[in-house]
């Protein structure tokens, strides 16, 4: 048995994939200083304007890629890249460098990159200053093709592992369009929002391999093991073999799941329990409804804001969300209002990006963002509340911390509610209104927010990371992410019981609802109503159906007298053991 084991790190899907792997070193093309002769500028300034035409034909071919029906902001996105692909901004000044001082094709571009960043960087306008993103993305499409002796690399990546430092989640969308295998970063980790997305793609994926841009060579056969976050090259036929059985376990494993898409959600005593779906990408829609999801506790909007230049509007939001109340038919779904900021960049210049933060999990996100920007929010509420005439629909809001947030939000709503009355617009008067406890502040106030919303959903992504001050994207902190942590459970309790003595529904939304080690105990202590990634839907309903909520009542209470004293994790394994 013969291989190189590339390395171990974190795994953020349950999948397995093969494939070659592609370099994507994004931030690796820095030209040096470099002259050519005299005799030799003429064929370096050619050599530029064929590197030109090649991106362009690069960025043409990744365009026709995409399928139409999420054509608008993606294409958006790369048309942008092809018009400044032919602005003399970009193209005369490298040339004039070349012909004038002599300079290489790449160090010129580079001296014009650096000067055009200089100007963005100058700007006071933060939308102007943005654009420099753009300036980066094409420059370093341009150089790559440079350094690579003409060639446009990425010309397919179908079917490829991905290899990278980092990825933001606007480059997942767009790479999952490309029909990548899978991807292994060197930094990230399995709370980050592209994680989550690579879990709800189902793209296999393994963060934290330091260096692994570094070892390996373009075109290497790889297995990805996106469950235990082991990657391997050059695996021999027993390995391959291996991997193969393994896939075709989860096969089977997953066709005998499908059949219990109809069976209901119910415990062995009888209580029902709501299984909902996170969504964020139009494919989703399919996925909740081929694993038969009673609603959707979680619609991420910030997909709206990737790769793309500008703000969607009030139209382009509603006939987005149409599209998923429609296309739910009468199942609830839970629209997030936008959570942008931190782990959730959008990439490409679109104007809601905020300036540079110091800490950005600690910045204007979310809520935040929204109240400061209600540019930004108006068009969102408004298509909201417009989508909710056609089906069951309720607002969520992300990042809550204080109450004073909360009353200036559903005054916002009110006043847009007012604003499509007076214009005889339709709209469901009653639409619930919900709050996201993530933040420690929240829980321990869940009381109090309760009594001025509809429903609580908690977010333990982020609950975790600011109760244990750990930066959910940083792996080399990952370690302490623990959803077992007694000041975490306590937390979730506190919420739980907060929106029981007031009547009002509550559900979880973070990642720990979609994860069957915890589905025991989160029933044990209290919670009815699970969202999480449509693909593990029918696992959890699975749990559920063995589940006896008195006798898991009764273990969770004993847990929680000695919260302090055990090993929580040991503790359980015992009630998940004993469930059978
Ligand atoms: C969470 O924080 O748990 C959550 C569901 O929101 P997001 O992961 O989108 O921040
Ligand atoms: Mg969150």
Known sequence: MTMTCLGIGIGVSNSIAMGKAYLLARRGYRATPRWVQQSEVEAEVERFQQALATAAQHLKSVRRQIPESIASDITEFIDTHLLMLEDSALTDVPIALIREQLC??????????????????????????????DVDHVVHQIQKILFNHGQAQEENLEKRVILAPDLTPADTILMRHQGIAAFVTEYGSPMSHTAIL????????VVGIRNVTRFHRDGEQLVVDGRHGVVIADADEEILAHFRRRIAEQQAHAAKLRGLRDQP???????????????????DIETTRSNAASGVGLYRTEFLYMNRDSAPDEEEHLRTYLAVVQGLGHIPVTIRTLDLGADKQVDGGCPVLTPPACNPALGLRAIRLCLKEPDLFKPQLRAILRASAYGPVRIMIPMLSNLDELHKTRRIIEETKLEL???????????????????????????????????LS?????????????????????????????????????????????????????????????????????LRTFSMQPDALLDIKHIVRSSDIRQLSRQATELFQELDMVDVGQVLEKINADAG
């Not at 010129?108 to 000067?115: F, P, T």
């Not at 959600?265 to 139009?282: C, K, W, Y």
């Open 265 to 283: 959600a119910i415990t062995i005593d009888g209580q029902s329990v709501g299984l909902m779906a996170n969504i964020e990408l139009p494919e």
């Open 104 to 133: 290489g094709a790449e160090w010129a571009l580079q001296i014009r990159r650096d000067a055009l960043v200089r100007v963005f960087d100058e700007m006071d306008d933060p939308y102007l200053r943005t654009r420099k993103n």
């Open 198 to 205: 690579a879990r709800s793609l189902g793209i296999p994926a």
């Open 458 to 526: 908690i977010g333990t992504n982020d609950l975790i990371q600011y109760t244990l001050a750990i930066d959910r994207v940083d792996d080399q902190v990952n370690y302490l992410f623990d959803p077992l942590h007694p000041a975490v459970l306590r937390l979730i309790k506190m919420t739980i019981d907060a929106a029981h003595a007031a009547a009002i529904p509550v559900s979880m939304c973070g990642e720990m609802a979609g994860d069957p080690r915890y589905t025991r105990l989160l029933l044990g202590m209290g």
């Open 421 to 455: 009355t007076g214009e005889g617009i339709a709209f469901d008067s009653d639409i619930p209104v919900g709050g996201m406890i993530e933040v420690p502040a929240a829980a321990l106030s869940a009381a109090s927010f309760a009594r001025h919303l509809d429903f």
